[in-house]
């Protein structure tokens, strides 16, 4: 699987440590899915499985590595114009490392798949894989039932199409949006079938969905952060709490801080680069220490 002169599987990644956010709000994420299907038309890539979290994505996409490279690059010059108009922060994403990685085998890509749907109960979200709303594990193996607020792009006239989907990519008419605008995955960009054909049954699904795999995917350290930043944040500040009785991290002397770093280091796996973000040292005053 994976060679760069022929259709593949792909495991596309973004350092989870390079920035704070990528996604804030419904609106972003909303955003943000439909870009995967505006991209990977324009790349002629398909899309097998996502998840999208706050400050990092996970995509497996089906095509060439050519292709695989022009959909995370369109996806992160996209992505950064829509953080600029709504945020004014320049060029947030430019530097943003992206690792493209071959899926060997079927093995691998059913591991790394599951993986991916695992992301969100690992980061701390407490609900199943498949209630996550940004990711394509709610959309696998279960029951197409027609919602009720769904549209085909087809029956909606060029300027709502443009003012939901912010592109001038053609997209096929047979796609749908569902009341919030947001492309609805197993509906359009997201091949259900294919992804459903790699397990081939639910039980199969469920045993790769209960295997530990962080630690075992082939990634860059980045995508490997347990918690995102949002989450980590409110733990930093209740370590503060209860080692020295304030939430303001800030206030504390460099010991202090070197002590809640310490704490999120080997309490909770967060990388050094995270963790300088959340006490407010550099790396370089990091290392050595934790």
């Not at 894989?129 to 607020?149: L, T, V």
């Amino acid at each position: 699987m994976g060679r760069s002169d022929e259709p593949g599987y792909f495991h596309i990644c973004t350092d989870g440590n390079a920035v704070p956010w990528i996604f804030q709000d419904d609106e972003d994420f909303i955003a943000g899915v439909n870009r995967i299907g505006i991209c990977s038309i324009a790349s002629q890539v398909e899309t097998v499985a996502y998840t999208l979290m706050d400050n990092h994505g996970h995509f497996i996409m089906y095509g060439t590595l050519l292709g695989c490279k022009r959909f995370i690059n369109t996806y992160k010059v996209l992505t950064g114009k829509h953080i600029s108009r709504k945020y004014k922060i320049k060029d947030p994403l430019r530097d943003l490392p992206v690792e493209i990685i071959t899926i060997k085998n079927e093995e691998e890509l059913m591991a790394t798949i599951a993986y991916l749907d695992r992301n969100p109960v690992v980061a701390g979200f407490k609900y199943l894989p498949n209630e996550y709303r940004w990711g394509s594990a709610r959309h696998i193996f279960k029951e197409h039932i027609k919602e009720e607020q769904s549209r085909r792009l087809g029956d909606l006239g060029f300027n709502e199409r443009r003012r939901l989907l912010k592109t001038r990519t053609p997209l096929p008419d047979d796609w749908e949006v569902d009341c919030d605008g947001m492309l609805i995955p197993g509906k359009s960009f997201l091949n259900t079938a294919r992804l459903e054909k790699i397990f081939k049954t639910p039980m199969r699904y469920n045993y790769f969905l209960a295997k530990k795999l962080e630690g075992s995917i082939e990634m860059m350290q980045g995508c490997r952060t347990f918690l995102p930043d949002k989450e980590l944040r409110p733990v930093a500040a209740q370590i503060a709490m209860t080692l020295f009785g304030t939430t303001d991290i800030k206030s504390l002397n460099v010991t202090s801080r070197l002590r809640v770093a310490r704490e999120l280091r080997h309490g909770y796996a967060a990388t050094i680069k995270q963790v300088s973000r959340m006490v407010y040292l550099d790396t370089e005053s990091l290392k050595g220490f934790i």
